[in-house]
């Protein structure tokens, strides 16, 4: 999901880094931009005009015109608005034995589903689950119910197949009286889907969260829904008491903006992202990933952390200092190279990187990988003291020592002296520029 969103919004963000010092009116065609984006992404009208005057509150209250990255402060102001939107990731909290969560929604938004996704996620933490279902209306409904928790072992369904002809009310104690014999951790109910919010069934659903008094009441979204999700939400918190949402089919190609939309309209933490069709499809809603994925920034925050581990702050101010000064040598190049391998790879890293698509493309064509990386290091470290000192000296026999030695190619060898000397003279270009302070203001990244 996301996609067309994300490339929309990096879009308007490349523009802005392009234009240098940022204006007023730069800021407001943004959000102008913006705000088309929101709404093309299914966000209710009523969020994105919060949004935008939220986001523009922030940009105007700051001194743009001077920052030194101002398309990295909009970015910053726009992806904390996102998570803010968003709301913040709250998991469920089974501060109860038995721990009752109730799963209501529309008619086929995978309520069933999510109920034995739900009950394989506990299970696997040692609770003890009870599963039940009041979908008396659709034949069969309760025997899906059952199919899936014979899946999981260690769940247990209160319903035996005689009880077909139970009404919802006696469903309804019949799984809190299982619950409380079998000393069960948590009772998961899954209920029949409602056509649509003024459905008669409405009434019974009421009733049956009376009987049950749920801990939780997930209301179960399919995310494909669009913006009729938005009225659906507010119609079914308003005739029972919600307290969080699983948004689902996150796996398709929907829009993404009834994520953003959700918390606001419903004032409940969305719990989970539902994202295939299998009962480990299922993962933990975290604002700040979602925020990164929409705005193309990759997971910037855990690459960060991830460098951090592995960067110390001396090594990143020797690396800073020795590039203001165009120095660069090649001992510089592989402990570079060691350190990225260190954190997970290149691979890993480009994943972590904003538009991170493009980059992996611009690898393909210059043929980077990782074994490749492997390959040039060895040579790196197949080199003399004083080959490494002057790389100028590497003449046509010692370029074929170095290719023995290390196991590689002549080719090899004079591609990675080429990079080298490329890399080199990136180097000497942002010292002659005025530093890579300079530079980074200029790129605005
Ligand atoms: N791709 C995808 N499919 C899903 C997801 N969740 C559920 N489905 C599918 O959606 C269909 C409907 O799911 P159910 O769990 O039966 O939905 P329901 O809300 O219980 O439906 P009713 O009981 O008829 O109201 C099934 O084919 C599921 O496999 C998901 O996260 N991703
Ligand atoms: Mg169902």
């Known amino acids: 999901m996301f996609d067309s969103f994300s490339k929309k919004i990096s879009g308007i963000f490349d523009k802005l880094r392009r234009s240098g010092a940022l204006k007023e009116s730069d800021v407001d065609a943004a959000l102008r931009e913006i705000r088309i984006a929101l709404l093309e992404a299914d966000v209710s009208l009523e969020v994105a005009k919060k949004f935008v005057a939220g986001v523009k509150e922030k940009a105007v209250g700051q001194d743009i015109v001077k920052s030194v ?218 604002p700040n990933r979602i925020a990164g994925r929409l705005l193309d920034m990759g997971d910037i925050v855990s690459l960060v952390e991830k460098a951090q581990e592995n960067f110390s702050q001396k090594d990143a101010e020797e690396a800073a200092k020795k590039m203001q000064e165009g120095i660069f040598t090649l001992d510089d190049m592989v402990s570079q190279m060691e350190r990225m391998s260190k954190m997970g790879g290149l691979k890993s890293i480009m994943k972590m990187l904003p538009q991170s698509g493009q980059l992996e493309g611009l690898m393909k064509t210059h043929g980077i990988s990782d074994k490749t990386v492997g390959r040039q290091i060895a040579i790196i470290k197949s080199m003399t003291k004083k080959e490494k000192n002057n790389y100028k000296i590497l003449n046509g026999s010692r370029r074929k020592r170095i290719a023995n030695g290390s196991g590689t190619t002549v080719q090899e060898v004079n591609k990675v002296i080429k990079q080298y000397e490329g890399t080199l003279g990136m180097f000497k270009k942002i010292k002659k520029m005025g530093g890579l302070g300079k530079l980074m203001s200029m790129v605005g990244k």
Do not use: W
């Not at 501060?95 to 069933?112: D, E, F, R, S, V």
């Not at 689950?129 to 069969?140: C, E, G, K, L, N």
């Open 69 to 286: 990255s101002p398309g990295q402060m909009v970015t910053k102001i726009v992806y904390d608005y996102l998570v803010e939107l968003l709301g913040a990731s709250e998991e469920i909290n089974l501060n109860k034995k038995p721990y009752k969560i109730m799963l209501i929604g529309l008619q086929g938004a995978g309520k069933t589903t999510t109920s034995g996704k739900l009950a394989k996620f506990f299970t696997k933490k040692g609770k003890k689950v009870v599963m039940a279902s009041t979908d008396i209306h659709r034949p069969a409904a309760i025997e899906q119910l059952r199919v899936l928790s014979k899946k999981i072992s260690g769940t247990i369904f209160a319903q035996s197949e005689d009880d077909v002809k139970l009404s919802c009310d006696a469903i309804s104690k019949l799984a809190l009286k299982t619950t409380g014999q079998e000393n069960a951790d948590i009772l998961i109910l899954d209920t029949a889907g409602r056509l649509n919010v003024d459905d008669v069934r409405m009434d019974e659903l009421v009733k049956t969260h009376k009987i049950i008094e749920p801990d939780e009441t997930i209301l179960v979204v399919d995310i494909m829904t669009g913006q009729d999700a938005i009225n659906i939400a507010k119609k079914f918190s308003e005739s029972v008491a919600v307290s969080g949402v699983i948004l689902t089919r996150v796996d398709g190609d929907a829009r993404g903006g009834v994520a953003l939309s959700m918390r606001s309209i419903t004032g409940c933490p969305i719990r989970f992202l539902c994202v295939g069709e299998q009962l480990d499809d299922i993962e933990f809603f975290d």
